[in-house]
């Protein structure tokens, strides 16, 4: 790879990224999120600082047998030499050389402060430890790229000797000089001004490394991109301390997709949202649904007025075609609906609702009224095909009856409460009285209608409940208030949100239970 010609896409998740509060990976999450790195097409993936702790270490031990990259280079994170030792002399210099990392990235003190408060050392000897590690590093034969640290900031106290700690790196041989705006204050305009500058006058090739704190790290690194910068930094799905880094999906999908640069091999880029939400999975940070381009709301439409639109030409609502990085179009069904948004929700669960107006009005009703009751439909896909089922077919589904349930709850003192709840239905023509215990009177109910439902349909064993959210809709009545349950089930291959509205929560819960288990065993008879 000719490190002089490229544009460089540099993912640094696994270094700068794991350092967001509350991430903690471990070396197996590390090589799983390099893999799904390089299928997203990353020119390099930054592994991490080998001799600073232990984990990093191992990662690039096992990375060089564990790891079959296509796109992208391993590069292995570190400082220069320490003050007054040569830098082959330095193990910090040596665990770099070590790790087998074709690619060094240094960091180093461009900001005088930094270097006096900081390095406690002379500006000139900053300069010597920067030229001699940088100069070591090549003459070893790996490719060194240079962060500089505080730069912008640096830039502002001291431009000369900023620029000097710039030219230093280029002319011992660093590839790249990556002006990082480690704070995270600056804005697009001050970053296309400086690296304008820093270009004009140095001369060096230079690459950026924005963190969010101004919200504005994407559209920093667009700006120094517009202003001459070759080389980008950033994190998948913007991990980071504080506020983050530049999310490098954003970045690449705004470089290809609006300035029309290639950045990525081609196609690629179509990957990016099952990439970013597999890597989501990995850290155990839920997805968030309004990231841009890769989000579950990112395409995702509400308002009757747009779903209008949309039934028309999608683009009329939309900057994009969400197939372009793997993602989909939504349409959330709630009181702000109207008959264009239930016919298209209709259409994207496989019902044709344009040939009947009564139908699709009634619908529309009935949807606007249950959402003025509390409920949610556009969180409850599930409940919503229930009821779409029930009005075009003239029945609900159902494949059980219940005759009555009921919830005891038993405390003790000093022991914990513990809940026994019975549930009489009939399923099969046989009737079922089963008694079910749990350390809730939801979980105890859950418990007994599934062993109930179970005896006559077994696939019932295979349903998981996996998540389970309430929301007190009307606080001010307290104890009384309307509660609303959102429950999320599992059968091992999909999932489905289904919801409950009553005057207490297992009131509430009863009904996304029964909502939940009748979906996917519809959904089971279909498939079989």
């Known amino acids: 790879m000719d ?29 799983a999120i390099a893999r799904h790195l390089d299928g997203l097409g990353v020119g390099y993936i930054e592994g991490g600082w080998p001799g600073a702790n232990p984990k990093d270490t191992e990662f690039f031990r096992r990375a060089s047998t564990e790891l079959d990259l296509r796109h992208a280079r391993l590069a292995a994170f570190g400082s220069t030499r320490r003050a007054g030792v040569r830098a082959a002399d330095d193990p910090g210099i040596a665990a770099l050389r070590d790790s087998g990392a074709s690619v060094v990235t240094l960091v180093a003190k461009s900001h005088d402060r ?63 000089i990556a002006l990082c705006d480690t704070n995270g204050g600056m804005l697009p305009g001050w970053v296309s001004d400086v690296v304008h500058d820093v270009i004009e006058t140095t001369g060096v090739r230079v690459g ?13 690194t667009l700006a120094a991109v517009d202003a001459g910068a070759t080389h980008v930094q ?51 940070f839920p997805p968030a649904s309004r990231q841009p381009y890769v989000g579950t709301s990112a395409f995702t439409h509400k308002a009757g ?36 948004s239930i016919e298209l929700k209709g259409r994207e669960l496989g019902f044709d609702l344009s040939g009947d107006r009564d139908l699709v009005t009634r619908v529309t009703a009935r949807v606007k009224d249950l959402e003025q009751r509390g409920y949610t439909f556009e969180a409850a896909d599930a409940s919503f095909e229930l009821l779409l089922v029930e009005e075009v077919e003239g029945r609900r589904p159902s494949y059980f009856d219940v005759e009555s349930w009921r919830v005891i709850t038993e405390t003790r003192p000093g022991a914990e409460a513990v809940s026994e709840a019975t549930v009489k239905l009939r399923a099969a023509e046989v009737r079922y009285v089963v008694t079910g215990e749990g350390n809730g009177p939801v979980n105890a109910l859950d418990a007994a209608l599934r062993e109930a439902i179970g005896q006559a349909f077994p696939e019932v064993a295979q349903f998981e409940l996996i998540d389970y959210k309430v929301r007190i809709l009307d606080q001010g009545h307290g104890t009384d208030a309307v509660t609303r349950v959102l429950i999320e089930t599992s059968d091992g291959e999909s999932t489905w949100v289904t919801v409950g509205v009553g005057h207490n929560v297992i009131e509430a819960s009863w009904g996304a239970l029964l909502d939940g288990l009748t979906f996917g065993l519809r959904r089971q008879q279909a498939a079989g």
């Open 208 to 220: 950026i490394h924005c963190h969010n704190d101004t919200g504005c790290a994407v559209a920093n």
């Open 3 to 31: 490190l002089q010609g490229d544009f460089h896409v540099y993912d640094t998740t696994l270094r700068d990224g794991a350092q967001q509060e509350g991430l903690n990976l471990s070396v197996a999450d590390k090589l």
């Open 305 to 340: 007025l747009h779903a209008s639109a949309i039934k028309v030409d999608p683009d009329l609502y939309q900057h994009m075609d969400p197939l372009g990085v793997g993602n989909d179009m939504r349409l959330l069904v709630s009181d702000m609906a109207g008959r264009a």
């Open 114 to 176: 930094h270097v006096d408060l900081a390095l406690r050392t002379t500006l000139a000897e900053n300069l010597a430890m920067v030229r001699d590690t940088v100069t070591h590093l090549r003459e070893e034969g790996q490719a060194v790229f240079l962060d500089a640290e505080h730069f912008f900031d640096g830039y502002r106290d001291n431009r000369d000797y900023a620029l000097e700690v710039l030219r230093t790196a280029y002319d011992a041989g660093a590839a790249v």
């Open 234 to 284: 950033g994190t998948i799905n913007g991990y980071g301390e504080r506020t983050g880094n530049a999310d490098l999906v954003s970045v690449v999908a705004n470089l290809e997709l609006k300035l029309d640069r290639r950045v990525l091999p081609s196609g690629l880029l179509r990957d990016a949202t099952r990439i970013a939400h597999a890597v989501a999975e990995v850290t155990n």
